[in-house]
């Protein structure tokens, strides 16, 4: 690569279970390609950074954990009283709330260094608004479904189908726009509070934010999401990124390599969701099956807050590639990134969603026949009968390979690194709202 090809990427993305492994993927492959990235994320991503092949640097005025570990949760969706309240804890802790302080940064990380283009997570709005502020080249990746779908896929939220009716379009519709109000409550002041301290116009909606990136990438599979037809322009699906967290530790099966039974993963949120007692109902359920499991805590849960059974062992990590490749079938929290891999290696799902876009990501695997769904708190002979039903149907199993099958062409396919370089080598810049 000559000098003129080479660029420099910054990429700004948060600990926030799933968000930052799949980024990592993508610089990973710009740096194989010549490329100079730098890294702006929590302090305590800087090892797996760095481990990509990237520069890192640490948010110094926005929320930066300094662990993985629940301890440094920056919010806690799981605490509040309602889904909604969830939401808008989130929204208020980390991706509006300190919007100006991750504008501040950004801004102070370009004035030290520049960049050909920012590649931010979609949820970082005080980013993109400091990025506008600048003129600065932006694209956003987002590393699960879209936030705010395009219409005529169902909101986000509830988990919903997609509509068969005219009725039920209607009552999509009319969710969707309540949805997005009650996000622009909770988000569009403390962000329109930023942007004026940044000499921006005011935006009507947080969704408005988006216009100043030259596109929306969508790290998922086009097959597996609801996704619109047409699609409309400026976004782009790149397929998912299947890597591997840089922390997961080395595995060897703990079981005899003669056992016949079939192997489950199990694998929660890497972020806390108060879900200890949730994984322990999976764990009694398996008990009495013809069945062994493995189960990663990924550093959410302790492993002195369960009890395991004879046919189960219990881990901290483990590469889910490695477990997922001998597994007959996963259970999860719905996590996108989980969800991706179980499908890539052609395992049906047991999907328990906790909240954020689970309900959503489970929603999808069930419409595909690729695995069931149950609410976190179903019981231990729920759990059971839904286990035994995966194993004993293999229509599940051949739904999850036909998914997956699909899931890994598109993500060998990928055209992120082209998207990302043209985009850095563009002359023009998108405009800005800058106020007069």
Same mark, same amino acid.
């Given at each position: 690569m =000559?000098?003129?090809?080479?660029?420099?990427?910054?990429?700004?993305?948060?600990?926030?279970?799933?968000?930052?492994?799949?980024?990592l993927?993508?610089?990973?492959?710009?740096v194989?390609?010549?490329h100079?990235? !730098?890294?702006?994320?929590?302090?305590?991503?800087r090892?797996?950074?760095?481990?990509?092949g990237? *520069?890192?640097?640490?948010w110094?005025?926005a929320?930066? &954990?300094?662990?993985r570990?629940?301890?440094?949760?920056?919010?806690?969706?799981?605490?509040?009283? =309602?889904?909604?309240?969830?939401?808008?804890?989130?929204?208020?802790?980390?991706?509006?709330?300190?919007?100006?302080?991750?504008?501040?940064?950004v801004?102070?990380?370009?004035?030290?260094?520049?960049?050909d283009?920012?590649?931010?997570?979609?949820?970082?709005?005080?980013?993109?608004?400091?990025?506008?502020?600048?003129?600065? &080249?932006?694209?956003?990746?987002?590393?699960?479904?879209?936030l705010?779908p395009?219409?005529?896929?169902?909101?986000?939220?509830?988990?919903?189908?997609? %509509? *068969?009716?005219e009725?039920e379009?209607?009552?999509?519709?009319?969710? !969707?726009?309540?949805?997005?109000?009650?996000?622009?409550?909770?988000?569009?002041?403390?962000?329109?509070?930023?942007? %004026?301290?940044?000499?921006?116009?005011p935006?009507? =909606?947080?969704?408005?934010?988006?216009r100043?990136?030259?596109? /929306?990438?969508?790290?998922?599979?086009r097959?597996?999401?609801?996704?619109?037809?047409?699609?409309?322009?400026?976004?782009?699906?790149?397929?998912?990124?299947?890597?591997?967290?840089?922390?997961?530790?080395?595995?060897a099966?703990?079981?005899?390599?003669?056992?016949v039974?079939?192997l489950?993963?199990?694998s929660?949120?890497?972020?806390?969701?108060n879900?200890?007692?949730d994984?322990?109902?999976?764990?009694?359920?398996?008990?009495?099956?013809p069945?062994r499991?493995v189960?990663?805590?990924?550093?959410?849960? *302790?492993?002195?807050?369960?009890?395991a059974?004879?046919n189960?062992?219990?881990?901290?990590?483990?590469?889910?590639h490695?477990? /997922?490749?001998?597994?007959?079938?996963v259970?999860?929290?719905?996590?996108?990134?989980?969800?991706? &891999?179980?499908?890539?290696?052609?395992?049906?799902?047991?999907?328990?969603?906790?909240g *954020?876009?689970?309900?959503?990501?489970?929603?999808?695997?069930?419409?595909?026949?690729?695995?069931?769904?149950?609410?976190? =708190?179903?019981?231990?002979?729920?759990?059971r009968?839904?286990?035994?039903?995966?194993?004993a149907?293999?229509?599940?199993?051949?739904?999850?390979?036909?998914?997956?099958a699909?899931?890994?062409?598109? %993500?060998?396919?990928?055209p992120?690194i082209?998207?990302?370089?043209? /985009?850095?080598?563009? !002359?023009?810049?998108?405009?800005? !709202?800058?106020?007069?």
């Amino acid at each position: 690569m =000559t000098d003129t090809q080479r660029k420099s990427f910054l990429f700004a993305t948060f600990e926030g279970g799933g968000s930052v492994t799949p980024a990592l993927g993508v610089v990973e492959q710009l740096v194989a390609r010549g490329h100079d990235v !730098r890294v702006m994320s929590d302090a305590c991503n800087r090892p797996e950074s760095e481990a990509s092949g990237a *520069r890192f640097v640490p948010w110094t005025r926005a929320p930066s &954990k300094a662990e993985r570990s629940r301890e440094f949760d920056t919010f806690h969706d799981w605490a509040q009283a =309602t889904p909604f309240d969830g939401i808008v804890n989130v929204f208020n802790a980390l991706l509006t709330g300190p919007a100006l302080a991750f504008a501040e940064d950004v801004r102070a990380e370009l004035a030290r260094e520049p960049a050909d283009l920012v590649v931010a997570n979609e949820m970082l709005f005080g980013v993109h608004a400091g990025c506008e502020s600048l003129g600065q &080249k932006l694209a956003l990746l987002a590393v699960n479904i879209h936030l705010f779908p395009p219409e005529g896929v169902p909101p986000l939220g509830p988990g919903l189908h997609p %509509a *068969r009716t005219e009725e039920e379009k209607a009552e999509h519709e009319a969710l !969707r726009a309540s949805l997005r109000e009650a996000l622009d409550g909770a988000g569009l002041p403390a962000l329109n509070w930023a942007g %004026a301290a940044l000499g921006l116009d005011p935006i009507e =909606t947080l969704e408005h934010q988006y216009r100043h990136a030259a596109a /929306m990438m969508l790290a998922t599979s086009r097959a597996f999401d609801f996704a619109p037809d047409p699609v409309p322009a400026g976004l782009h699906y790149v397929g998912p990124v299947l890597a591997e967290p840089k922390w997961a530790a080395p595995w060897a099966s703990p079981f005899a390599a003669d056992d016949v039974r079939p192997l489950a993963l199990v694998s929660f949120s890497t972020t806390f969701q108060n879900h200890a007692g949730d994984l322990q109902r999976v764990i009694d359920a398996m008990a009495d099956l013809p069945m062994r499991a493995v189960v990663t805590l990924g550093g959410s849960i *302790r492993a002195s807050e369960l009890a395991a059974s004879d046919n189960v062992v219990v881990v901290d990590s483990a590469p889910h590639h490695q477990v /997922m490749g001998q597994a007959a079938l996963v259970v999860s929290h719905g996590g996108h990134g989980t969800v991706m &891999k179980a499908l890539a290696n052609g395992c049906p799902l047991l999907v328990m969603p906790h909240g *954020r876009d689970q309900n959503d990501n489970a929603a999808r695997v069930e419409a595909r026949g690729a695995g069931l769904m149950l609410p976190p =708190t179903a019981e231990v002979a729920e759990i059971r009968a839904a286990l035994a039903r995966l194993l004993a149907d293999p229509s599940f199993t051949e739904r999850a390979r036909a998914l997956g099958a699909e899931v890994v062409r598109e %993500a060998h396919a990928s055209p992120v690194i082209g998207l990302l370089e043209g /985009m850095a080598g563009a !002359r023009s810049l998108p405009g800005t !709202r800058c106020a007069a």
